[in-house]
């Protein structure tokens, strides 16, 4: 099967509260509004938001043989996604995480990566990768088993073949990350981290250099996502900021996974680097509207309304 994007990446299962007002003291109950079980992780919240704009998306990578497993699949298979890709492994766990909202503040992940980290390029189907228009990558760097030539190359020929391959990072520590996203940077057409990642990989605060810096690494395009601040935008003979659109903030939990989707179907639909940021924006605008990473996120019709009822401020510099 030919997919408009095929996404490979982290799946999770994710638990998460509604905002409540601190974190609880050493044996300390506080109550929150509302528990619940929901999708995460790039690759499926970027798959399940893409289906929901319109894009044909398959996905690939690793469950474990467990109900959170079965939950995962489920998710993406009834949201309309392919989970032909998705392969079960017996004797680990699916991947979960908990998610702590608390308000005012920036939400506070624990989290166990599970199967993710037995993904290797040997569960991706390159067949589908060299048919799809976009090839997303996201969470690299906490799978361990696509930190190889074999990975690059995949991405190599993946460009060979008319597929623009977009790459995504999750950071987790600071040793030698950097180094290790280097070599597959020379063959990513757009590279998407947000700011923090940004700053542990480069060293840098600046948003400008850091850009720079991956694109000295070889990423063609670069965008960097800096919440409440915006978004900027490196590439050849182009530099962009734009800002954010107007919503009321609940949690930020993927969003960052929503911007990547709403880019991606900019991409697909031909848009320009500012129209792929709109899309991206209005997606990422959209999610964190509620706490889970993918129940409050526009569908396609939304999205077009949102963005012809609002404009984002835009420049080039």
């Known amino acids: 099967m030919n997919f408009d994007c095929l996404c490979t990446g982290i799946l999770f299962a994710d638990y998460s509260c509604s905002p409540i007002d601190r974190v609880p003291n050493p044996g300390e109950l506080i109550m929150s ?10 690759a499926g919240n970027a798959a399940l938001d893409l289906i929901g704009l319109g894009v044909k998306t398959g996905v690939a990578g690793c469950v474990g043989d467990d109900i959170f497993g079965q939950f995962i699949i489920d998710e993406l298979a009834g949201g309309g996604v392919d989970t032909g890709g998705i392969h079960r492994i017996s004797g680990i766990n699916s991947a979960s995480t908990m998610i702590i909202n608390v308000r005012g503040e920036d939400r506070r992940f624990i989290s166990n990566p599970g199967a993710n980290t037995r993904l290797t390029v ?23 088993g696509l930190e190889t030539e074999a990975m690059v190359e995949l991405f190599r020929t993946a460009r060979a073949a008319g597929t623009i391959t977009v790459l995504d990072v999750v950071v987790v520590g600071r040793d030698d990350c950097f180094q290790r996203v280097k070599p597959l940077l020379a063959e990513t057409d757009v590279f998407l981290p ?9 060293g840098l605060d600046d948003p400008l250099q850091q850009a720079e810096t991956f694109r000295n690494a070889g990423a063609k395009t670069v965008v960097i996502t800096r919440g409440e601040n915006g978004t900027l935008l490196v590439g050849d003979g182009v530099r962009i900021r734009a800002g954010v659109y107007p919503v009321q903030f609940i949690g930020g939990t993927g969003s960052g996974d929503a911007f990547d989707a709403g880019y991606i179907a900019g991409l697909i639909r031909g848009e320009d ?6 899309w991206g924006s209005a997606l990422g605008a959209s999610c964190v509207r509620s706490v889970g990473a993918t129940e409050s996120v526009f569908n396609h019709e939304q999205a077009v309304e949102f963005m012809g009822e609002h404009a984002l401020e835009i420049e080039s510099f």
Request: hydrophobic share 40%; aromatic share 6%.
């Open 33 to 42: 509004d509302r528990l619940q079980l929901g999708l995460g992780g790039c």
């Open 122 to 144: 040997e569960h991706i189907p390159a067949k589908q990768v060299k048919s799809a228009k976009v090839f997303y990558v996201g969470g690299y760097l906490l799978m361990p």
């Open 194 to 202: 947000n700011d923090d990642e940004a700053a542990v990989l480069t």
């Open 273 to 278: 680097p500012p129209g792929c940021l709109r």
